[in-house]
């Protein structure tokens, strides 16, 4: 049972261009969401997080936006740069539990 | 500041063997979370320790094990290996505050042949 799903498995997008990286959660008790970047060969690397009593978050680069009635996350990277090339994954933590419960990943990749 | 440390980074074991794996956590992490990632199943929380007690568990079965010593590194074992243990095994520190970020090291990729 994938309670975070990360429905689209690839995504291409031209440098320079607004990425766009989507995630889903079907948990109700959900009450924080990551995500991470993860190259190959390397462990994932923290990127930004958001509560659930926000609705965005930004830094720098990179804004997550969170759709609680709709469960869904989105990740935004402007302008994106060919060293974001990566897969990203979403996360979502229960509330009381540090335990991460991880999207299945979308490899992005950015086109010179 | 160094960041996690895993050994070893490749290991190739037969079917029935054990393993052990070693993680270092960054200086002053005492919560030391292992995740095992396979590409049908994404990653996968196996447990997490803390003050050398196991805190949390996922679904594995008992041949999944850890521990964590009390300079805050932790071992993870996995005795009579199966085919389907192949995979990348992550290890992640954090900070012990509500909601503080993993720290990932690099991972041991362990294939059972």
């Known amino acids: 049972d994938q309670q975070v799903k990360q429905n689209s498995p690839s995504l291409s997008v031209q440098e320079g261009r607004i990425s766009i990286l989507n995630c889903d959660y079907t948990n109700s008790m959900f009450d924080y969401f990551l995500w991470y970047k993860k190259y190959p060969a390397e462990g994932p690397t923290f990127l930004i997080s958001i509560s659930s009593i926000k609705d965005k978050n930004e830094d720098g680069r990179f804004t997550v936006f969170l759709n609680k009635s709709a469960k869904h996350l989105s990740l935004h990277i402007v302008p994106s740069q060919p060293g974001d090339s990566a897969v990203y994954f979403c996360?979502?933590?229960?509330?009381?539990?540090?335990?991460?419960?991880f999207g299945t990943g979308t490899r992005l990749t950015i086109i010179p | 500041k160094a960041g996690v440390t895993q050994t070893p980074r490749y290991l190739i074991k037969t079917r029935g063997q054990q393993v052990t794996l070693s993680c270092s956590p960054i200086?002053?992490?005492?919560?030391v979370s292992w995740y095992q990632q396979t590409p049908g199943q994404g990653l996968q929380f196996l447990f997490e320790y803390f003050s050398e007690t196991q805190r949390n568990k996922g679904n594995f079965p008992g041949r999944f094990s850890g521990r964590q010593f009390s300079n805050s590194r932790s071992e993870m074992n996995v005795s009579t290996l199966e085919l389907g243990d192949s995979a990348l095994y992550l290890c992640?520190?954090?900070?012990?505050?509500?909601?503080?970020?993993?720290?990932f090291g690099n991972g041991t990729r362990l294939t059972v042949t």
């Open positions: 996360a979502a933590l229960l509330f009381g539990n540090e335990k991460l419960t």
């Open positions: 992640a520190s954090r900070r012990d505050t509500e909601r503080s970020p993993l720290h």
């Open positions: 200086s002053g992490h005492r919560s």
